[in-house]
């Protein structure tokens, strides 16, 4: 599976456990960066999808508003 085919809950969970293996500390330097790279990388998956689950709701809620304010 590619990035882009990530779901929000996969990205976040992947992530999830990056953190964990970072915190958890005991890795090289070179192990230490490419996770740090894979965070950030989910980071943004998990931010866009935010972001398009944040501008449906605000069309929904125009949608809403403009039906009834008819």
Same mark, same amino acid.
Do not use: F, P
């Given at each position: 599976?590619?990035?882009? +085919?990530?779901?929000?809950? +996969?990205?976040?969970?992947?992530?999830?456990?990056?953190?964990q &293996?970072?915190?958890?500390?005991?890795?090289?330097?070179?192990?230490?960066?490419?996770?740090?790279?894979?965070?950030?990388?989910? =980071? &943004?998956?998990?931010?866009?999808?935010?972001?398009? =689950?944040?501008?449906?709701?605000?069309?929904?809620?125009?949608?809403?508003? &403009?039906?009834?304010?008819?």
């Open positions: 599976m590619t990035d882009e +085919q990530l779901g929000y809950e +996969q990205a976040r969970d992947e992530l999830q456990d990056v953190v &293996k970072l915190e958890a500390g005991g890795l090289s330097l070179e192990d230490s960066l490419a996770l740090w790279e894979r965070g950030e990388a989910l =980071a &943004k998956i998990c931010d866009r999808h935010l972001a398009g =689950a944040r501008e449906r709701v605000e069309a929904a809620l125009a949608a809403a508003e &403009k039906e009834s304010g008819n």
